[in-house]
């Protein structure tokens, strides 16, 4: 089977008038002229790659005479073996794409080849705005087993805690017990009738008490020498709100195991209401938005550096546009023998934050962008960013694409704005990243 | 069958209820022991935790943070196949009265002290039988104690039955807080290897539990007639139950020598024309007045109910047919009938009979009151004019008026 | 005389001989159609559907549409647009 394969991707918009990446590849590829067109980049959607696609069937290469244009197995990468070229433009003109070149004077054709893996254009851009996706086959490493419950799971198209769920699944691996709870999560680990979901045992929790089931389940494996992972897979409401005092006292106990919380931001099963992880001015069906009300009143629980203070072994927040991240995490998370894992997942839900059905990826990436939502751990009272933004974006760039936000006024976002840079700088200080005064 | 052997006795000792209870518990071997201090079951926490600290039981223990929290670690232990116990009272036992139900809805052999008091409010740290009474309908099996060996006796039968293949619901064992939990008697203490022989058929019993080898779920979203029909087992669980009570009390007495009656002690009811049947510690003093009116040459009997879920309908009413009248002595208030709980269902019990048999209620000991004789003695006099078709009060109150 | 459906005394629910499965595949408005000749085999749609509906073909990626419910996300998310997003047909439930 043939690896996945590095990709050129569009991350964020341009800034006007910018060419610089299209000046870095002319400057990397000499007089023949750069391989991408700044105006087609700005162009261009995000999430799409901006140079040539290095299809699986290249149109260019089944159309040269010369066998001058090969694939490589070895990168993906479609290049032009120059010296075999015989200059007949049959690949510029069967490239339906429009991203083959000839160069007039030589006489050869040219085209994207992606710097051989460096590329010119990501390391000119200081924007942002490329991104060379690496890391989709080392992500792939990590996937231990199969699937751990049924490919027809009852969430809405794109949630993203089916994602992250069936990833979370397969990185672990299927020496687990799940435990789960009612409200979103709960369609992965409750059964129906005579059915389970899922192909692991799993104990169907309260929201009270998901923490302290899975405790005393693995407290009984422990006694008896079984060596299996409990995992609790919990959503916002049960952690940070009713089923918080149960979470509290497993942490301080020294409880083994790994608890994630899938945060939707709400209570979204029950139909999208305000839980205490909901922002500051969201709309939800109880932090409504009228004449008297402007969405949710009050700032929302930070829970994971709740859960830090705790003085747990590992904590971590992760999102599923950073899952090569996430899958260190929860690589971490398997070896902790001596407490409790805390994991807090930014899931975000198209349905109740009033968003497109295929936005959950782009909504997380902006998340982590405008510093919504870090990625870091603390590792026994060591905290570290996972991941730092090149240049972070305002929130708007996070509040523009979802429906809950629409209604907020400038002062309100810029209250919002004030959340997340102070959070953010506190935990730049914890990690020993600000200059001490 | 347990075959026939001489009961013997380690040594006789003298015990509160709290640490006869946890006595119990160094010979039936939990796995997981989670309790929350509570007044006035506390010092069966502590010692617990002292014979784990000593190495005398091997037992993880959770201090947990909340009551649901602790019932909660026991029902994960329990869904994995482990032995468990819990101890609690009043306030606790309505904190985790969420979890409460997922244990006997799951059918988890669950046993849990309640060392029983008053709900509040008002507020009141006090005896009484209300907070076991309120939460009767929650699916658990419910047993009353009269005395402090019959906590220790009763809290070891309670495995053999909560684990049985054919019974699997959770079991309280109640005792009055402050009279049974604090105050002490005469305890006389089983060898440990007989009680390993007695719980053996269950020790090792198989029952479906979250394991690799056969991943399960529990539970399931069971809907329309699935659910349903989890209700009937459950509900034919609790009946086959009343048996199953009778029959280990005779597998006890055989190897132990103790016996309590099964689900209900008749005490000198053979040609007794008035009975009073009650439950808990004040059973005591209704002995005492049962006895001195025998004296006097009074045909009178007491009926002690040993069991409130399931309620011991067949055997009460084989029990108390053809009596002239019967006064129900209760420790708590049933709202809905202005009385007390056990006067209700036995009146709905009697009904059974072609005769109708009079009923007298009364309320007492609640609030910390106690339940004195002459107290009792009033009881006895009041159900005498029931059953004389004299005019009476049908409820009263001993402790007002 | 009651017929029981389950095994069990308590609410406990199997794997075997299959899992639950919502019939999710019937619930879209729109399918994934690939062009598989664009594909880069870059593995992005791969890993971020949802349902894990995405084949790796080896050199390109498939979907399976048993599950997939049509949201979209393999479209988006494709660097090269080898994914598109088109209605589905009104189909008589015979």
Redesign the interface.
């Known amino acids: 089977?043939?690896k996945?394969?590095?990709?050129?991707?569009k991350r964020r918009d341009c800034p006007p008038d910018c060419h610089l990446c299209e000046e870095a590849c002319a400057a990397k590829l000499g007089s023949v002229g750069p391989v991408i067109k700044a105006e087609k980049v700005h162009k261009v959607p995000r999430?799409?790659?901006i140079a040539c696609?290095?299809?699986?069937?290249?149109?260019c290469m089944q159309a040269c005479p010369a066998e001058a244009i090969v694939k490589s197995e070895e990168d993906?990468v479609v290049r032009v073996i120059q010296s075999k070229c015989i200059g007949c433009e049959a690949c510029v003109s069967a490239c339906s794409y429009g991203n083959m070149f000839f160069d007039r004077e030589t006489r050869v054709a040219f085209k994207c080849e992606r710097c051989d893996g460096e590329p010119a254009c990501v390391k000119a851009c200081p924007h942002g705005v490329l991104e060379f996706?690496t890391n989709?086959?080392s992500?792939?490493s990590y996937l231990r087993t199969e699937?751990l419950?049924?490919?027809?799971?009852?969430?809405?198209?794109?949630?993203?805690i089916?994602?992250i769920s069936?990833?979370t699944g397969k990185v672990l691996g299927?020496?687990v017990?799940l435990?789960g709870t009612p409200g979103c999560c709960s369609r992965i680990?409750?059964?129906?009738?005579?059915?389970?979901?899922?192909?692991?045992?799993?104990?169907?929790?309260?929201m009270?008490?998901a923490?302290?089931?899975?405790?005393?389940?693995?407290?009984?494996?422990?006694?008896?020498g079984q060596n299996?992972m409990v995992v609790a897979l919990v959503g916002d409401g049960a952690t940070a709100d009713v089923g918080f005092?149960?979470l509290?006292?497993?942490a301080?106990?020294g409880e083994n195991i790994i608890y994630i919380c899938l945060d939707n931001e709400a209570y979204m099963a029950t139909g999208i209401q305000k839980s205490g992880t909901t922002p500051f001015g969201a709309w939800t069906f109880t932090s409504p938005v009228g004449k008297q009300r402007r969405g949710k009143v009050g700032s929302s629980k930070y829970m994971p550096l709740i859960m830090a203070d705790h003085g747990i072994p590992y904590t971590a927040t992760a999102t599923?546009s950073h899952?090569e991240d996430y899958a260190r995490k929860l690589e971490k998370a398997k070896h902790v023998t001596d407490g409790l894992v805390y994991i807090h997942v930014f899931s975000p839900c198209h349905t109740g934050w009033r968003a497109?059905?295929?936005?959950?990826?782009?909504i997380s990436r902006m998340a982590v962008e405008t510093n919504y939502f870090p990625l870091w751990e603390c590792e026994r009272g060591e905290y570290r960013l996972t991941y730092r933004p090149k240049n972070s974006l305002p929130i708007q760039e996070f509040t523009k694409l979802m429906g809950r936000f629409r209604h907020l006024r400038e002062e309100e976002l810029g209250q919002l704005q004030k959340v997340v840079n102070s959070r953010f700088s506190l935990l730049e200080s914890l990690a020993g990243l600000k200059a001490k005064a | 069958m347990l075959s026939k052997v001489t009961p013997r006795v380690k040594e006789v000792r003298v015990l509160d209820g709290n640490r006869a209870c946890a006595y119990a518990l160094l010979l039936c071997k939990p796995d997981l022991v989670a309790c929350v201090p509570i007044t006035p079951m506390t010092p069966l926490v502590e010692t617990v935790w002292q014979y784990v600290a000593d190495g005398r039981l091997d037992a993880e223990l959770v201090e947990a943070d909340g009551e649901i929290n602790g019932l909660s670690h026991a029902i994960g232990a329990s869904a994995a196949g482990g032995r468990t116990f819990v101890g609690t009272s009043s306030q606790g036992l309505a904190y985790m009265y969420e979890a409460y139900l997922k244990a006997s809805g799951n059918r988890l052999p669950i046993v849990m002290a309640l060392a029983t008091r008053e709900n509040a409010a008002p507020d009141g740290v006090v005896a009484s039988h209300q907070d076991f009474v309120t939460a009767r309908d929650a699916g658990w099996i419910q047993l009353v104690c009269e005395g402090v060996q019959e906590i220790l006796d009763t809290t070891i039968m309670a495995y053999r039955l909560a684990e049985d293949p054919e019974i699997l619901l959770p079991v309280n064992v109640c005792f009055d807080g402050y009279y049974l939990s604090y105050l002490t008697e005469r305890v006389e203490l089983p060898y440990e290897e007989d009680v390993d022989a007695f719980l053996a058929p269950v020790t090792s019993a198989n029952r479906p539990k979250l394991c690799l080898e056969d991943p399960l779920t529990v539970p399931t979203n069971a809907r329309e007639e699935l659910f349903c029909e989890f209700r009937y087992k459950h509900s034919a669980a609790q009946h086959k139950a009343k048996e199953k009570i009778d029959e280990i009390d005779r597998e006890f007495e055989a190897l132990f020598g103790r016996s309590y009656g099964g689900q209900i002690e008749e005490y000198r009811c053979g040609d007794a024309d008035i009975v009073m049947v009650s439950m808990g510690s004040q059973v005591g003093a209704i002995r005492e007045v049962v006895d001195r009116r025998r004296q006097e040459g009074e045909k009178i009997g007491l009926v002690k109910v040993r069991v409130l879920r399931p309620f011991p309908r067949e055997r009460l009413v084989k029990a108390l047919e053809g009596k002239r009248a019967v006064g129900v002595i209760d420790r708590n208030v049933c709202f809905g009938w202005q009385s007390g709980a056990v006067f209700m269902e036995t009146k709905a019990a009697l009904q059974d009979l072609p005769t109708r048999v009079p009923m007298t209620g009364f309320i007492a000991g609640i609030g910390g009151c106690d339940c004195r004789l002459e107290m009792v003695e009033r009881a006895v006099d009041i159900t005498r004019l029931a059953a004389e078709g004299k005019p009476h009060k049908e409820i009263t109150w001993l402790n007002l008026e | 005389m009651v017929e029981y459906q389950c095994e069990y005394e308590g609410p406990w629910a199997t794997p075997k001989p299959t899992l639950f499965a919502y019939p999710t595949g019937e619930w879209r408005a729109t399918r994934p159609v690939v062009n598989s000749a664009k594909c880069a085999h870059c593995g992005i749609c791969y890993l971020q559907c949802p349902v894990g509906s995405i084949r790796d073909k080896g050199t390109y990626c498939e979907v399976d549409l048993s599950y997939c419910k049509g949201c979209g996300l393999c479209a988006r998310e494709c660097p090269n647009d080898a994914i598109s997003m088109v209605r589905e047909e009104a189909q008589s439930i015979c």
């Open positions: 089977m043939a996945f394969y590095d990709t050129l991707v999430s799409k790659t696609f290095q299809c699986s069937q290249p149109e993906g996706v989709t086959e992500i792939r699937d419950f049924t490919p027809g799971v009852g969430l809405c198209a794109g949630c993203a089916e994602t069936r990833f299927d020496n017990v435990f680990t409750q059964g129906i009738n005579l059915k389970a979901s899922a192909r692991v045992p799993c104990y169907f929790c309260l009270t008490n923490a302290s089931t899975a405790a005393g389940a693995k407290r009984y494996y422990q006694k008896t299996i005092a149960g509290s006292g497993a301080e106990r599923l899952l497109p059905e295929d936005s959950s990826f782009e």
